[in-house]
């Protein structure tokens, strides 16, 4: 009989340690709560209506449908028993495993502020941007609605928290919807008036890439009219604005960027965790004392040359293929071999021709920053139906500042 | 100053009317409880995952952006005062009118059931067709996650209720969407076993069309593995199935295309209704008693030459425009003219290749039929940006059967 290999999660690093099984003498069954995988890194995208919900999310089991040794199952995972070797999933059914990798990935944090959530959502899941996106669009629709010039001003602010790459890239995105999507779009209101404040708890925005860098991506992100702050803490969220430690913000839209935290799925396992509760893992990215079990992608905690490993889209996805292939050396009983990240480099996009990236040794910024971005993209979302209709929605975009998916959805109608 | 025109409703009716008053010397409100313009007829295509919500879903002031005597509104209607010339939004807001055209359109009708609505959801908005997306996706991952055969069976029966347009579509899209886009995705399960039952009270299916168009329909759908009951009353739904005069049918999924009732701002004004609650109007669309007032599409009980003007988008289309024509023709003082529905024909569509349609005398069905479906649906997507998107996804769906809009979305974790 063959061995069965269960992956919990379908985000990168479930789904490319699957697809790394497509030959292997082994069953795979891949779980997880939705039905799709996300490409997560536009999902902001998503959020400031530029793209639409299926341009970066596809079926699981439409990307492995062809992977004859693979089941995919949407169910949620309510519990890892180690020593049975078996996944229980709420709709009552079991898993049982030889091997077992865990990719339950992360949410948000809100620093035991939980409170915090509702009036501040973060970005992980196509739900998240969706939200977010009707939140952005409602404030305007309802500042062409209120009478009241300080209603208004109140409707047209937005504050992102956290400027990291999610922050900076929601950050940009909503000023140019505000400034040139939505232009011509109101009577009452000028949307171009709207307030965009970014606010980081740190010294400066864009911390994991190179000091220079962030200079510049500040800079390209107050010409598209984003009020960046740094070194201001939040203390504090409600319905009407943000607290910081130098300022009240009055703003009807705040949105969250500021930490993610792991899946509770890691803390369940029993092993020692890291400060954000991602689960130590061996060098091997097996469970200590469970070499059946691997951990990848951001529930991981890696630690490499003495730097952690980052939670972003390569990393998952090398560290997906590579408990895979531990699995493939293990069955023809070979010893299992130790994970190594290669950094290709990493980009952050701030609007149209505005981003920054590293790659190797290479800083870009701006217009050159801005082509490899598009490019990387376009050459990741192979696999994804969508690549064409992204590129056609990318060029009408860039041609004419359009934002075209603005579909206001599941609103309460007693708005 | 300028007369204000006030329209209350941005489906195809309202948003005509607003389109014929470009050039009017007027003002123009209009006024929706969604951000969006639906392109109505291709609903039940995202319903069955075959285009997403954005291909038919356009915001209405992006829609009217470049017609600057227009101002759009996303508000609830709570109430229309006649007399006091204005309209009630549940923001708290007034419009004051001095020409009103009421194009609120119409729900679904479950005949004095209402317990009916949550075991079986209409198609009305695009709401309605992601949530039914939503069942009819997840009632084939329930199936591949139940090991009992018996609840595999119930999750693979879909029960269509009424066989007009919107049911004879939706029949036939699911059957495709099972016999071939998801046939290869399921390890577990065959999603072609699926059972599709269409029920129909009356004596034959789309009743609407020649008896020689519904039979060709019906051995059309058959042809797909439909099942086609026609003289079969709905008597009860439950959240397992259905009972209907001649039997019970045991279904996880039942969807409600069986009646629609106008809405209830119809009867809020006070004057005659028909038996489903449209507005009886005058021969020029004026509400009686209130020639300021006109009412139209779905909304408004119109006869012609004996028969009930149908609720189709050509005809709400041209309602529309009629009661916009005769405002500017009470602007200079000219009397109104009566409206006259110009029928060009009407078809639906049952699957790839598959069709029937009548235009002026010529009576189609087969592929001659989907072929001029198609050229239809295409041209009067014109104003839509989606455009050559829907028409690309419309090309590869036919030469690959794909169904690739196949989000679950806003599922509940518990289930």
Same mark, same amino acid.
């Given at each position: 009989?063959r061995?069965?290999?269960?992956?919990?999660?379908?985000?990168?690093?479930?789904?490319?340690?699957?697809?790394?099984?497509?030959?292997?003498?082994v069953r795979?069954t891949?779980?997880?709560?939705t039905?799709?995988h996300?490409?997560?890194?536009?999902?902001?995208?998503?959020?400031?209506?530029?793209?639409?919900?299926?341009?970066?999310?596809?079926?699981?089991?439409?990307?492995?449908?062809?992977?004859?040794?693979?089941?995919v199952?949407?169910?949620?995972?309510?519990g890892?028993?180690?020593?049975?070797h078996?996944?229980?999933?709420?709709?009552?059914?079991?898993? !049982?495993?030889?091997?077992?990798?865990?990719?339950?990935?992360?949410?948000?944090?809100?620093?035991?502020?939980?409170?915090?959530a !509702?009036?501040?959502?973060g970005?992980?899941?196509?739900?998240? @941007?969706?939200e977010?996106?009707?939140?952005?669009?409602?404030?305007?629709?309802?500042?062409?609605?209120?009478?009241?010039?300080?209603?208004?001003?109140h409707?047209?602010?937005?504050?992102?928290?956290?400027?990291g790459?999610?922050?900076?890239?929601?950050?940009g995105?909503? @000023?140019?919807?505000?400034?040139?999507?939505l232009r @011509?779009?109101?009577r009452?209101?000028?949307?171009?008036? @709207?307030r965009?404040?970014l606010?980081?708890?740190?010294d400066r925005?864009?911390?994991?890439?190179?000091a220079?860098?962030?200079?510049?991506?500040?800079r390209?992100?107050?010409?598209?009219?984003?009020?960046?702050?740094?070194?201001?803490?939040?203390?504090?969220i409600?319905?009407?604005?943000?607290?910081?430690?130098?300022?009240?913000?009055?703003?009807?839209?705040v949105?969250?960027?500021?930490?993610?935290?792991?899946?509770?799925?890691?803390?369940? +396992?029993?092993t020692?965790?890291d400060?954000?509760?991602r689960?130590?893992?061996?060098?091997?990215?097996?469970?200590?004392?469970?070499?059946?079990?691997?951990?990848?992608?951001?529930?991981?905690?890696?630690?490499?040359?003495?730097a952690?490993?980052?939670?972003?889209?390569?990393?998952?996805?090398?560290?997906?293929?590579?408990?895979?292939?531990?699995?493939?050396?293990?069955?023809?009983?070979?010893?299992?071999?130790?994970?190594?990240?290669?950094?290709r480099?990493?980009m952050?996009?701030?609007g149209?021709?505005?981003?920054?990236?590293?790659?190797?040794?290479?800083?870009?910024?701006?217009?050159?920053?801005?082509?490899?971005?598009?490019?990387?993209?376009?050459?990741?979302?192979?696999?994804?139906?969508?690549?064409?209709?992204? +590129?056609?929605e990318?060029?009408?975009?860039?041609?004419?500042?359009?934002r075209?998916?603005?579909?206001?959805?599941?609103?309460?109608?007693?708005d």
């Amino acid at each position: 009989m063959r061995s069965q290999v269960v992956i919990v999660g379908g985000g990168f690093g479930g789904l490319y340690a699957a697809k790394a099984l497509r030959r292997a003498p082994v069953r795979v069954t891949i779980v997880d709560r939705t039905n799709h995988h996300v490409f997560q890194p536009l999902l902001y995208q998503v959020a400031t209506a530029g793209l639409s919900a299926i341009d970066i999310g596809e079926p699981i089991r439409r990307v492995l449908r062809r992977q004859v040794n693979a089941t995919v199952l949407l169910a949620d995972v309510t519990g890892i028993d180690l020593d049975g070797h078996r996944v229980d999933l709420a709709s009552g059914g079991i898993l !049982e495993y030889d091997y077992l990798i865990v990719a339950a990935g992360a949410g948000h944090s809100y620093f035991g502020h939980d409170d915090w959530a !509702e009036h501040a959502p973060g970005l992980k899941t196509i739900e998240d @941007a969706l939200e977010i996106r009707r939140r952005i669009l409602l404030a305007f629709e309802r500042a062409e609605l209120a009478d009241d010039p300080a209603e208004r001003t109140h409707l047209l602010t937005f504050v992102v928290l956290g400027a990291g790459p999610t922050g900076a890239e929601l950050a940009g995105a909503i @000023a140019e919807l505000a400034r040139h999507a939505l232009r @011509a779009d109101f009577r009452r209101i000028t949307p171009g008036d @709207a307030r965009i404040v970014l606010v980081e708890g740190g010294d400066r925005m864009l911390s994991s890439y190179p000091a220079s860098l962030s200079t510049k991506a500040q800079r390209q992100l107050e010409r598209l009219g984003v009020e960046v702050r740094t070194g201001e803490m939040v203390t504090g969220i409600d319905g009407r604005g943000v607290d910081t430690s130098a300022d009240r913000i009055e703003a009807a839209t705040v949105l969250w960027a500021a930490g993610v935290a792991a899946s509770p799925l890691g803390a369940s +396992l029993g092993t020692p965790l890291d400060a954000t509760g991602r689960v130590l893992v061996e060098p091997d990215l097996t469970l200590p004392g469970h070499p059946e079990v691997s951990v990848v992608g951001d529930l991981a905690a890696v630690t490499q040359d003495g730097a952690p490993v980052p939670g972003v889209a390569p990393a998952a996805m090398q560290m997906g293929r590579h408990a895979s292939r531990n699995i493939e050396r293990a069955l023809d009983e070979l010893p299992t071999e130790p994970f190594r990240y290669v950094d290709r480099g990493s980009m952050a996009t701030l609007g149209r021709s505005s981003a920054i990236a590293t790659i190797g040794g290479l800083r870009l910024s701006g217009f050159p920053a801005w082509a490899a971005w598009l490019l990387v993209h376009i050459v990741f979302l192979i696999g994804f139906r969508n690549r064409i209709v992204v +590129l056609f929605e990318w060029a009408k975009a860039y041609l004419t500042y359009g934002r075209s998916a603005r579909l206001i959805l599941f609103r309460e109608s007693e708005d």
